[in-house]
């Protein structure tokens, strides 16, 4: 299978399960974790990746995610740092694929592709985005196995 | 006296004009403007009482407008302002304010409380009293564009996320357009979700807007920090787009002092009208929605609530728009206690949020936010205030509560009725 553009990646995330999407948001996650700093963000992203996850690890999961999400926003007034900025939307993807929303897989994607435009902000070597050729695969991969 | 007491001194009597002399005057002390004050409400520390946090004002006010003060200051038998009670008064200024209004809708002789605060920043700021974070944030508005600096290329850069992502062009500098769209900081750095909900919505009704390189930002910190000079020069930066981009109304973003700062305070800073409209993001999706032009399906099953921001309700009259906006998407409805223009405050607006060293009071007062929300049983909270937003997360986290924070405009989107 190859996904080529947003509209055949939407698609495909829509014939996933609901635990399939978590896995797969997971995986997006994943890809950009390396702009998070955060232990909890790592933990509740590899809980999250897991086919044999309990309701209480999930909940956990998800109280790690959204800790970490609510402790990196840049508050009113403060000066942006671009790269923890990056760490934030890795938090985001992560608590994205744990939440209960009907499209968990599609928001993570959006968020991992927020924290590599941060960090394109930060470096300041222009704002192309490759993140979503990287999620075309990983997603093409996931649903192969 | 130092140059900067003067400096701030001299300030206090500038400000002091016909309706704040007359509120000075017409003041009762009745103590209702603490019984509305959120951080009287929350610690009973009278020192939190409206009226008293303006008390170096007020003495100014007595000594050099009244003929008793007058007298008084003559025969060196009152006491003056000194640069030590600057200080003390610093923190009940700027930390323990929110400029919310509640205060100035209850006092019983119609005194705006809230006008004398914002008149006493300019003092406070001018003498060199004001909180060192907001000192910053001012600074980077000035020389950046923006108090979080933000430079367009960023903002380029979430333009092409938001393309990406929803498939629609976002127009930039498009001349002739209908709207101007303003975001705050906190929308380009924290919520990428608001413009792309907007852009969908927009793309849906039809509507003809633009954004402007050179006026993005509608945050206002010299509003915050009581600095008319440096507020003047950033709503101009807006009032020149627009004007140059022909535009017929500006639509203020979801923030509560970005809202105050151009439509209410915008044109006197000015010193003329302006030449087009100014509407907050959600009186636009009201009037879209009584149009017929925004089309939703479905509504969402979550119980859920709405936190008025006061500068979008109390002070700028945004009351009904959002319930209309909400009985479209919700299904399950619940009104706080106190909604509407008596609403508390999330403790963070008119800067305290930007201020480090309010955080503990701020997490202190915000009890009675709890209160409110554990009393509708809701797990979703919905506002139109990205400030309002974080600090209602930073404080739902702080006291363990297990609720979802969302923008009003993003969850209309999530509705909306698209490709057909």
Same mark, same amino acid.
């Given at each position: 299978?190859?996904?080529?553009?947003?509209?055949?990646?939407?698609?495909?995330?829509?014939?996933?399960?609901?635990?399939?999407?978590?896995?797969?948001?997971?995986?997006?996650?994943?890809?950009?974790?390396?702009?998070?700093?955060?232990?909890?963000?790592?933990?509740?992203?590899?809980?999250?990746?897991?086919?044999?996850?309990?309701?209480?690890?999930?909940?956990?999961?998800?109280?790690?995610?959204?800790?970490?999400?609510?402790?990196?926003?840049?508050?009113?007034?403060?000066?942006?740092?671009?790269?923890?900025?990056?760490?934030?939307?890795? &938090?985001? &993807?992560?608590?994205?694929?744990?939440?209960?929303?009907?499209?968990?897989?599609?928001?993570?994607?959006?968020?991992?592709?927020?924290?590599?435009?941060?960090?394109?902000?930060?470096?300041?070597?222009?704002?192309?985005?490759?993140? &979503?050729?990287?999620?075309?695969?990983?997603?093409?991969?996931?649903?192969?196995? | #006296?130092?140059?900067?007491?003067?400096?701030?001194?001299?300030?206090?009597?500038?400000?002091?004009?016909?309706?704040?002399?007359?509120?000075?005057?017409?003041?009762?002390? /009745?103590?209702?403007?603490?019984?509305? /004050?959120?951080?009287?409400?929350?610690?009973?520390?009278?020192?939190?009482?409206?009226?008293?946090?303006?008390?170096?004002?007020?003495?100014?006010?007595? $000594?050099?407008?009244?003929?008793?003060?007058?007298?008084?200051?003559?025969?060196?038998?009152?006491?003056?302002?000194?640069?030590?009670?600057?200080?003390?008064?610093?923190?009940?200024?700027?930390?323990?304010?929110?400029?919310?209004?509640?205060?100035?809708?209850?006092?019983?002789?119609?005194?705006?409380?809230?006008?004398? *605060?914002?008149?006493?920043?300019?003092?406070?700021?001018?003498?060199?009293?004001?909180?060192?974070? #907001?000192?910053?944030?001012?600074?980077?508005?000035?020389?950046?564009?923006?108090?979080?600096?933000?430079?367009?290329?960023?903002?380029?850069?979430?333009?092409?996320?938001?393309?990406?992502?929803?498939?629609?062009?976002?127009?930039?500098?498009? $001349?002739?357009?209908?709207?101007?769209?303003?975001?705050?900081?906190?929308?380009? *750095?924290?919520?990428?979700?608001?413009?792309?909900?907007?852009?969908?919505?927009?793309?849906?009704?039809?509507?003809?807007?633009?954004?402007?390189?050179?006026?993005?930002?509608?945050?206002?910190?010299?509003?915050?920090?009581?600095?008319?000079?440096?507020?003047?020069?950033?709503?101009?930066?807006?009032?020149?787009?627009?004007?140059?981009?022909?535009? !017929?109304?500006?639509?203020?973003? @979801?923030?509560?002092?970005?809202?105050?700062?151009?439509?209410?305070?915008?044109?006197?800073?000015?010193? !003329?009208?302006?030449?087009?409209?100014?509407?907050?993001?959600?009186?636009?999706?009201?009037?879209?929605?009584?149009?017929?032009?925004?089309?939703?399906?479905?509504?969402?099953?979550?119980?859920?609530?709405?936190?008025?921001? /006061? $500068?979008?309700?109390?002070?700028?009259?945004?009351?009904?728009?959002?319930?209309?906006?909400?009985?479209?998407?919700?299904?399950?409805?619940?009104?706080?206690?106190?909604?509407?223009?008596?609403?508390?405050?999330?403790?963070?607006?008119?800067?305290?949020?930007?201020?480090?060293?309010?955080?503990?009071?701020?997490?202190?007062?915000?009890?009675?936010?709890?209160?409110?929300? @554990?009393?509708?049983?809701?797990?979703?909270?919905?506002?139109?205030?990205?400030?309002?937003?974080?600090?209602?997360?930073?404080?739902?986290?702080?006291?363990?509560?297990?609720?979802?924070?969302?923008?009003?405009?993003?969850?209309?989107?999530?509705?909306?009725?698209?490709?057909?």
């Amino acid at each position: 299978m190859t996904i080529t553009n947003d509209s055949e990646f939407k698609a495909a995330i829509a014939k996933l399960t609901k635990a399939g999407q978590r896995q797969v948001g997971a995986r997006f996650a994943e890809s950009v974790l390396a702009l998070c700093k955060d232990a909890r963000v790592k933990h509740a992203i590899a809980t999250a990746m897991r086919a044999d996850i309990t309701e209480e690890e999930l909940a956990a999961a998800l109280d790690s995610a959204k800790k970490a999400s609510v402790d990196s926003f840049t508050l009113c007034g403060k000066e942006c740092d671009w790269n923890s900025q990056a760490g934030h939307f890795v &938090a985001e &993807a992560a608590l994205a694929c744990l939440k209960s929303g009907t499209t968990p897989a599609w928001d993570a994607a959006m968020h991992a592709r927020m924290a590599r435009t941060s960090e394109s902000i930060a470096t300041g070597v222009g704002t192309d985005n490759a993140e &979503a050729a990287v999620q075309y695969r990983i997603l093409a991969e996931f649903m192969k196995d | #006296m130092s140059a900067t007491l003067e400096k701030g001194l001299n300030a206090f009597k500038e400000v002091i004009d016909t309706p704040i002399a007359s509120y000075f005057s017409s003041c009762v002390h /009745c103590g209702l403007c603490a019984e509305a /004050c959120l951080f009287y409400n929350e610690t009973g520390d009278p020192k939190y009482t409206p009226i008293h946090k303006l008390e170096p004002l007020r003495r100014v006010w007595k $000594q050099e407008y009244t003929l008793l003060g007058k007298l008084g200051k003559m025969l060196g038998l009152s006491k003056p302002v000194t640069d030590e009670e600057l200080t003390e008064w610093e923190p009940l200024v700027y930390d323990s304010c929110s400029m919310c209004g509640r205060c100035s809708l209850v006092c019983p002789v119609g005194n705006d409380i809230t006008y004398m *605060i914002r008149k006493m920043r300019e003092g406070m700021s001018a003498s060199g009293h004001a909180p060192e974070d #907001m000192k910053g944030a001012t600074k980077r508005a000035i020389e950046i564009g923006s108090p979080m600096g933000i430079k367009w290329p960023a903002v380029q850069a979430q333009i092409k996320h938001v393309q990406a992502e929803t498939d629609i062009e976002v127009p930039v500098d498009k $001349q002739g357009a209908d709207y101007l769209v303003l975001m705050s900081s906190m929308e380009i *750095i924290n919520f990428p979700e608001y413009l792309s909900a907007i852009s969908r919505i927009f793309k849906q009704a039809g509507v003809s807007w633009t954004l402007a390189p050179d006026a993005f930002e509608a945050t206002n910190s010299g509003i915050q920090i009581g600095a008319s000079d440096l507020a003047r020069e950033i709503v101009s930066r807006i009032v020149v787009a627009a004007e140059r981009l022909k535009v !017929k109304c500006v639509i203020s973003p @979801e923030c509560g002092h970005a809202f105050t700062a151009i439509r209410w305070e915008g044109p006197n800073l000015m010193g !003329k009208p302006f030449g087009f409209e100014v509407k907050h993001i959600l009186e636009v999706l009201d009037e879209l929605h009584a149009a017929g032009k925004l089309k939703t399906r479905g509504k969402d099953k979550r119980p859920l609530t709405y936190h008025d921001p /006061c $500068q979008i309700a109390r002070r700028g009259g945004v009351v009904e728009q959002p319930r209309r906006l909400l009985g479209e998407v919700a299904e399950d409805f619940r009104e706080m206690p106190d909604a509407g223009v008596m609403n508390w405050c999330c403790g963070g607006g008119g800067g305290v949020s930007a201020n480090s060293r309010a955080e503990p009071l701020r997490l202190e007062v915000f009890k009675v936010k709890k209160r409110q929300i @554990e009393s509708t049983g809701v797990h979703t909270l919905i506002t139109a205030c990205a400030n309002c937003r974080i600090v209602m997360e930073e404080g739902l986290e702080h006291y363990h509560m297990k609720v979802e924070v969302l923008g009003l405009t993003e969850l209309l989107a999530e509705y909306l009725v698209e490709g057909e």
